[in-house]
């Protein structure tokens, strides 16, 4: 566990390169987490982050010779997608309103026309 840089106190931290790509490695190892990992370099886990982007974006120089690539090997494989099942024709479908003591119950595939000028005389 390394500990950060000692602070003083009313003026802004300036952390060491070495130390923010060190804090920025450690926090993508598995079964991490940056706040864990900020706790433990005693700094915010958004100072964290913004580390993170800052390294994505090279601003920390070329990548540690510590990153390990895996090999892949692309292969040409036939693809069989299963056939989609048919969709229903018609499907039931059903609408119950309430307003007040009124009651609407529409089943089917109303007309939009007599669905709307229904409900327009229903919520007046």
Do not use: C
Request: cysteine-free.
């Amino acid at each position: 566990m390394d500990i950060a840089p000692t602070r003083r106190p009313g003026r802004r931290s300036n952390f060491p390169t070495v130390f923010k790509r060190k804090v920025v490695e450690a926090s993508y190892q598995p079964g991490t987490s940056v706040s864990m990992i900020a706790r433990e370099h005693d700094v915010n886990a958004n100072m964290v982050f913004r580390w993170r982007q800052q390294d994505q974006d090279g601003a920390f120089g070329p990548v540690s010779q510590s990153a390990t690539f895996l090999p892949v090997e692309v292969i040409k494989a036939p693809i069989d997608l299963p056939s989609a099942a048919p969709l229903p024709q018609e499907s039931h479908s059903e609408i119950l309103i309430e307003v007040g003591k009124a009651k609407l119950r529409i089943t089917g595939t109303p007309d939009p026309q007599t669905l709307h000028l229904t409900l327009q005389q229903l919520l007046r």
